[in-house]
């Protein structure tokens, strides 16, 4: 039975990728499925949690009962995430945001030409920085690490440069671990130094372990509520 402890709680989660276009027929974009965020998306909603999904494409069906945002790029993310942030009491962001999108869109197809195509990239605001910069002392902010190398090294930066409660990090380069497959491998890093390691386990249970941690750090931060 899955315990109720999340009533009255108000959850926010982003998914999957997100396509930074570069003319009408062509985008950026990268591995990831949704399926590490529908899963916390579909666990903290059957908690009993109040959750908003903020998704970038995916072939997924929005899990059920939670209100489900589509969104393409970064900066829609970026908006959609901000116009929700301050009304949640956790914020878990699993998505995989492009750092860089085309500088220009080209409004026709760009045609093949010489050789070598250099195509300029521009910087995508960092969203879950900004969260950080603008945490409410009764919130709890997580964020997701995908490394390929020196995984606790870029981890440990991300949860303190970034102003966040947990850290969670998956090496992307383990089979059963990362990108679109049904399992994960993660480490949890949290702001008081402790690390955890989990076994592999299907991203469900994985959301349930990380639900699990945001309720414990919540009840903390509230005075044992
Ligand atoms: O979707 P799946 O196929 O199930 O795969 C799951 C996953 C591998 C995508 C997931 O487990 C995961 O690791 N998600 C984070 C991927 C990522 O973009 O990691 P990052 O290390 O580049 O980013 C660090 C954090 O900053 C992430 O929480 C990301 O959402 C956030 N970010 C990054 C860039 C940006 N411009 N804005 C952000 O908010």
Redesign the pocket.
Known sequence: LTPQDMVGLTVLV???PTREPLDPVRYLTN???????YALARMAALRGARVVLVSGPTHLEPPTPVETIQVET?AEMHDAVIRYAHSADLII?????S?YRPESISTQKIKKQAENLVIPLQK?????AELGRRKGQQQILV????ETHDLDRYARN?LSSKNLDLLVA?D?TLPGA???CNT?IVRIFAADGSVEALPQMD?NKVASEILHRTIKLLRTHRGGR
């Open positions: 982003t998914a999957g591995r990831s499925s949704g399926k590490m965020g970064a962001k699993a998505a995989a945001v750092d995508n605001p960092d969203i879950l964020g997701f690490a995908a991300k998956n992307v990362g990108f679109d994960n991203k």
